[in-house]
């Protein structure tokens, strides 16, 4: 697990270095929009403010057990690991998208929701 998890951390620490593109990342988060939305809550939490909130923390939302036990803080690495593999990172959440495997691709679509603010809007 420690080795998955130091792979993933190298792999958005140089797909950050090589200059993720938030704008590629919003193109990328059309994915995520059947059940996110960055400012309002559907069949998962909005994604505004995510960097630095705690995961199952948005008042109302209705978490997974799992998620609201994971203790997680939604920083770019454990966001990154979380959307390589959600079930391995959070066994038991209901979020069952199977991950993006390319870390360019997380790097990008993380720059984008760091850049994402409610605050901003």
């Not at 140089?14 to 593109?21: H, I």
């Not at 939302?61 to 079930?87: I, Q």
Request: proline residues 5%; glycine residues 8%.
């Amino acid at each position: 697990m420690q080795r998955v998890a130091l792979a993933a951390a190298l792999a958005l620490a140089a797909a950050t270095a090589a200059g993720a593109d938030a704008a590629r990342g919003e193109q990328l988060y059309a994915r995520c929009a059947a059940c996110h939305a960055l400012e309002y809550d559907r069949v998962g939490p909005r994604h505004c403010d995510l960097l630095g909130r705690r995961a199952g923390s948005v008042p109302g939302f209705d978490y997974s057990p799992a998620m609201k036990r994971s203790k997680l803080v939604w920083t770019k690495e454990n966001l990154s690991r979380f959307l390589a593999n959600p079930l391995s990172v959070v066994p038991g959440t209901t979020m069952t998208y199977a991950g993006i495997d390319d870390p360019k691709e997380r790097a990008e679509l993380i720059a984008y929701l760091g850049a994402a603010s409610c605050s901003k809007r």
